[in-house]
T-cell receptor
């Protein structure tokens, strides 16, 4: 089942902060976050695993509430390069990885 | 360190034809997943290959088939193309289940247009 992302779109000025949310109605093993710029491949940002382990880039932070099956991606002091579409992907088990992606959140950072 | 390589980058096919897309995974990765991304949508899971076998499959018809070779590269085949198959096809590589899970590395994709 596809995770639900919110908001669907957001416009920020450089230096502002944003939070993107992802929720699932099913129990999750992990949540992935990716950013895709127009015409490019999605790029891995962060993975949050059941049990609290996190792996990702230093400048990206995220949280995973296992009880609520919700994850949030925190973008602080936004830069023009943060613009793109952010996808969360969810895995329901730790076996063979079937990652189901949300519809995406379009983020535009303006000067 | 080469990332995921996909070929071709663009393809135009006629309805009813067949197409083969190719993917070479990132060095060190042994698992390949294929996704279909329609314009303005998130990637939709097609299937995943590990040890030359299909391990997981999404909600796609049997017209979509794949293969993984001993060198971990993979092919996606689509038969009897129809207009709705027009999309960006993404290949994603990763480490095998149970190993250090660090997410997917995606290729730049193959843009398929069916006319």
């Amino acid at each position: 089942q596809q995770p639900v992302q919110s908001p669907q779109a957001v416009i920020l000025r450089e230096g502002e902060d944003a939070v993107i949310n992802c929720s699932s109605s099913k129990a999750l093993y992990s949540v992935h976050w990716y950013r895709q710029k127009h015409g490019e491949a999605p790029v891995f940002l962060m993975i949050l695993l059941k049990g609290g382990e996190q792996k990702g880039h230093e400048k990206i932070s995220a949280s995973f509430n296992e009880k609520k099956q919700q994850s949030s991606l925190y973008l602080t002091a936004s830069q023009l390069s943060y613009s793109g579409t952010y996808f969360c992907g969810t895995e329901r088990s730790g076996g063979y990885q079937k990652v189901t992606f949300g519809i995406g959140t379009k983020l535009q950072v303006i000067p | 360190d080469a990332g995921v390589t996909q070929s071709p980058t663009h393809l135009i096919k006629t309805r009813g034809q067949q197409v083969t897309l190719r993917c070479s995974p990132k060095s060190g990765h042994d698992t390949v997943s294929w996704y279909q991304q329609a314009l303005g949508q998130g990637p939709q899971f097609i299937f995943q290959y590990y040890e030359e076998e299909e391990r997981q499959r999404g909600n796609f018809p049997d017209r979509f088939s794949g293969h993984q070779f001993p060198n971990y590269s993979s092919e996606l085949n689509v038969n009897a193309l129809w207009l709705g198959d027009s999309a960006l096809y993404l290949c994603a590589s990763s480490l095998a289940p149970g190993r250090n899970h660090y997410g997917y590395t995606f290729g730049s994709g193959t843009r398929l247009t069916v006319v």
